[in-house]
T-cell receptor, first 113, second 114 residues
Framework: AQSVTQPDIHITVSEGASLELRCNYS??????LFWYVQSPGQGLQLLLK??????LVQGIKGFEAEFKRSQSSFNLRKPSVHWSDAAEYFC???????????FGTGTRLLVSP | KAGVTQTPRYLIKTRGQQVTLSCSPI?????VSWYQQTPGQGLQFLFE???????NKGNFPGRFSGRQFSNSRSEMNVSTLELGDSALYLC?????????????FGQGTRLTVV
């Protein structure tokens, strides 16, 4: 069955420091992968997506992610974190043909001054 | 262009009652999906509608149902509410939900069952 693992429940990063959030997936076919961000009490906003082609994808708000098929990973990165980046981040895989997303359990990012 | 609109934003219901949540997709989007988000289970897929037809359903009891209208607006209904149904219910719309899709989410409806 398809699954997504985000091993870090919480991560604290100092403002201005770099960030990497981990995501591993289990999926039999070519995965379509997504990163979403959720602020408290809000819906999900798409940060970036990987469908095919270049394995390094750029997203909004200065985020990027790298797809590594050999490691079944799709880690999210940002070179310099801002206090406004504090939120919960979800990695997801689309189950092709079933019109649904399978989400990881999320990583809550805290940004310290 | 307006985003996905969910109404109401907040709802308090009593155990045993039923509730209807509404979702208006982005104009031109024909696929609407529903997700339940709880602290314990995370984000879980409920069902997806396209052209008024349910194409896929998640692993939820029959108390959870939905429908889609000809204008692509969707409603979901939960009957005989249980305390465990307290959650944030998120609606997402996409152009057609086929193949490579990009889902846009609404802000959700926070349902509290007391």
């Amino acid at each position: 069955a398809q699954s997504v693992t985000q091993p870090d429940i919480h991560i604290t990063v100092s403002e201005g420091a770099s960030l990497e959030l981990r995501c591993n997936y289990s999926y039999g076919a070519t995965p379509y992968l997504f990163w979403y961000v959720q602020s408290p009490g809000q819906g999900l906003q798409l940060l970036l997506k990987y469908f095919s082609g270049d394995t390094l994808v750029q997203g909004i708000k200065g985020f990027e992610a790298e797809f590594k098929r050999s490691q079944s990973s799709f880690n999210l990165r940002k070179p310099s974190v801002h206090w406004s980046d504090a939120a919960e981040y979800f990695c997801a895989v689309e189950v092709t043909g079933f019109q649904k997303l399978v989400f990881g359990t999320g990583t809550r990012l805290l940004v310290s001054p | 262009k307006a985003g996905v609109t969910q109404t109401p934003r907040y709802l308090i219901k009593t155990r045993g009652q039923q509730v209807t949540l509404s979702c208006s997709p982005i104009s031109g989007h024909r696929s609407v999906s529903w997700y339940q988000q709880t602290p314990g289970q995370g984000l879980q897929f409920l069902f997806e509608y396209f052209s008024e037809t349910q194409r896929n359903k998640g692993n939820f009891p029959g108390r959870f149902s939905g429908r889609q209208f000809s204008n692509s607006r969707s409603e979901m209904n939960v009957s005989t509410l249980e305390l465990g149904d307290s959650a944030l219910y998120l609606c997402a719309s996409s152009v057609d939900g086929q193949g490579v899709t990009e889902a846009f989410f609404g802000q959700g409806t926070r349902l509290t069952v007391v």
